[in-house]
């Protein structure tokens, strides 16, 4: 059975104008490839209500899951679980259990649960809760739609509470080989490794480090005995490093 | 007038597997936010044909300018040109000016041009290029798409390139020379450099090819003869090559 795909779906005008480097996507792609689900795409869009909503829309036609961070703030700008049940065609209210989560929360704090903050209680109707183990106000599933915070340490620890509960296939297993030679050189035989070996991804990633040029050659698949015949062919090819 | 519009494509496995973290996308950002150009929205996805051609399709048609990165090497999934070519319907082979650029970098550094490394000058119909100082294989412009490498340090050099030729800003030219001794013997010639012309932006880019160590310094500005006055003092600090 092929795995499962995902698309992230990264929100939040900030990243575009350059203020705030997404670090979130990056993290999903490394806990995506150890739970074998592929991740296929990428997006940031800004706080734009229609822009949101056709890109979930898209993304969750596409693919089997979508992750979606940031915009669930108490902020006006905050529009991400309206724009889920437009795309969705869900209605989205104060949800009982989100707003007592998020009291229980201020309570604790001391801090008074106003209309703004009420506003992270707003839950599409038919949504399961994504628990925030680290500020209370949740993230949510609905359809194939996961909808998490954009500050990383809240996504991540979002993240770890939800993806037990998502299937995934086997998980993908890498090789790699350090060749310090041009990536020219070893482009062809590359090719000819990659036409052998149909069901492996073979990918070239270029360094220069310390001024030592070459190249890191990757093999991914999900089976580690194809992985390690392929790699052993790879440093036949290329030669010892 | 509104300010023009922006999109990015990153092209990569690398970054949707996470094994690598995307960079290009934040830096394009800062850059664009300094040029007056909104940049409205990211992609990234796999070196998969029919999903790149897709995604130029729609950023093109939605964007004023689209940027991609990655997928321009010599290796069999460095496919971004030609997926360009099919996007816009245009042809696409080896151009002769983009070959020379390839020949003379390659010449100098005693590599032979290859096959593989040809591939580097295939060129969609109609395109401008995009000058690489650090490793010569050319970006391009067709339409409103901008073709760059997708290593950091390279498409930051093609960047500063290109933008002025958006904004209607004073193109930047360049100069560049070989320097056949350690980074760390020329640093603080460099940084006196710097400090005379301030109008100029000076940067150094390491190799490591067939055993020899040294530096590319590549000098950048508006002005032509503030170009060469420079660069004839840069040969006199570091010395004749």
Do not use: W
Not at 93 to 105: E, I, K, P, S
Not at 125 to 137: D, H, R
Not at 160 to 179: D, E, F, I, M
Not at 230 to 238: D, G, H, Q, S
């Amino acid at each position: 059975m092929p795995n499962p795909t995902a698309a992230m779906l990264v929100i939040g005008d900030e990243i575009l104008s350059g203020r705030t480097r997404d670090a979130n996507t990056h993290h999903l792609a490394g806990k995506l490839s150890e739970a074998g689900i592929d991740l296929r795409e990428a997006r940031v869009v800004g706080d734009v209500e229609e822009v949101i909503v056709a890109a979930i829309r898209a993304l969750s036609g596409a693919y089997d899951h979508v992750f979606t961070s940031g915009g669930i703030g108490p902020t006006h700008d905050d529009i991400t679980a309206d724009c889920v049940a437009i795309a969705l065609n869900v209605r989205i209210g104060v949800r009982d259990d989100a707003r007592a989560l998020l009291q229980a929360h201020y309570d604790r704090t001391g801090i008074v649960l106003n209309e703004a903050r009420l506003r992270m209680a707003r839950i599409p109707e038919g949504a399961s809760l994504i628990e925030n183990p680290v500020s209370a106000a949740p993230g949510f599933t609905i359809g194939n739609v996961h909808v998490l915070a954009g500050v990383p340490q809240i996504f991540e620890a979002m993240l770890l509470g939800l993806l037990p509960r998502l299937t995934g296939g086997a998980p993908l297993q890498s090789r790699s080989l350090r060749v310090e030679r041009g990536e020219g050189d070893i482009a062809s035989p590359l090719r000819a490794l990659a036409e052998t070996y149909p069901d492996l991804s073979i990918g070239s990633y270029p360094f220069n480090q310390n001024g030592v040029f070459g190249s890191n050659v990757v093999l991914r698949g999900p089976d580690a005995a194809r992985l390690d015949d392929a790699l052993a062919r790879l440093t036949e090819i290329v030669g010892p490093q």
